[in-house]
């Protein structure tokens, strides 16, 4: 039997500039904003509604593709943590755990659309610069909607993620830089050989605007189970803002609709000063370099839909040290939540802000915990006891 068309959300009218704001017609942009690129001023597109539901009975009538490949994505746990509340001293606490997708991390949201793209518009292969979590999200998504896919990435590949690629089937490519792999791909990207999901333009802009869209879906589902105006700050960990976005611009979308009364406020956590250098007044196409453990949010460069983000829903960036995190790292764990260490940043990060008192004590919490620590490779430190 033949597989159905696709269907592209019948309330989509374009594309928009997250700077200029300018609306271009459905296509694949895949170095963000033609006109802001021009002026040497890069900036994303984000998919364009005309209207939305009046309501969230249906989620799927929120989304660019209401028919897509799916693992099971989303709907994800999200987890009360009445100790943390008192031990941080918030009023409430919750954690969005994003690990419990299909392939470990909140990628997933985003690899759905892009592949549904793909197959939309004929492409064959699918392909991504990435060095962990995006790669294994799309390997799954290609293998289980029948396309190539392509994963750009370096020697020093973390052996866990590595595996899952090739299980998928995916082919894998080195290069011997992190920046080289966006020549790579923008070398076959712009020959017409692989439909790319991530960004390869320096400096950057956000990933495949149809993937990113999938992202709101994070707001809709908090918004869902929290009910209006009981969430007042949500903590992200952040590198190029693609989730930071996505689920500001789906609490945008719900006070458009009338759905939401007040927007909460949305975090930035990040390893080391980039987004809140520009925050301060420095140009978020210069480059911040800096040295982390905090592999899946490190990079030296800042996106404009970043600040798009923060801007949107009054939010601020918080810089967070590894052994913070490496710490918060194992109180979740004692909790029952094992993740990603970059993911665990999003607690450390709640900390500072407390202190700094950018959170207030009658502050309603979500922390995003993007991905499973399950994923993580590290040596054993010491030897597990023997019995008998």
Known sequence: MPRPLPRLNPHVTGLRCVRCRTVFPIADYFEGCP??????????????????????????????????????????????????????????????????????SHKDRMSRFVVQRALDIGASTVAAASSGNAGVSLAAYAAHAGLNCVIVTTPDMNPNWRRAIEMHGATLLATETPERRWQVLADRARAGDWYPATNFSVPPVGSNPFGVDGYRSLAFEISHELGTGSCTDI????ARADLLWG???????????????????????????????????????????GHSALTSIGGATVTYQALDA???????????????????????????????????????????????????????????????????????????????
């Open 310 to 388: 923060l801007a949107s829903c009054k939010g601020s960036a918080v810089v967070i040290e590894d052994k913070a995190a490496r710490d918060d790292q194992m109180r979740l764990a004692r909790c029952g939540l094992y993740l990603e260490l970059s993911s665990a940043a999003a607690l450390s990060g709640l900390r500072k802000l407390v202190v700094q008192g950018v959170v207030a004590s009658d502050a309603a919490v979500v922390l995003v915990g993007t991905s499973s620590g399950f994923s993580e490779f590290q040596p054993f430190t010491h030897p597990i006891a023997l019995v008998g």
């Open 235 to 238: 903590l992200v960990p952040t």
């Open 35 to 104: 006109a802001c690129l021009s002026h040497h001023m890069p900036a994303s597109l984000a998919i364009e509604y005309r209207e939305f539901p009046a309501s969230m009975t249906c989620l799927a009538d929120w989304q660019v593709y209401p028919d897509h490949p799916t693992l099971g994505e989303g709907n994800t746990p999200l987890i009360t943590l009445d100790g943390l509340a008192k031990e941080i001293g918030v009023r409430t606490l919750c954690l969005k755990n994003e690990g419990a997708n299909p392939s470990g």
């Open 247 to 289: 689920i500001a611009r789906g609490y945008c979308d719900l006070q458009t609709a009338g759905l939401v009364k007040e927007r909460p406020r949305i975090h930035a956590v990040e390893p080391f000063g980039r987004i809140s250098k520009v925050l301060a007044g420095e140009d978020y196409r210069a480059n911040f370099p």
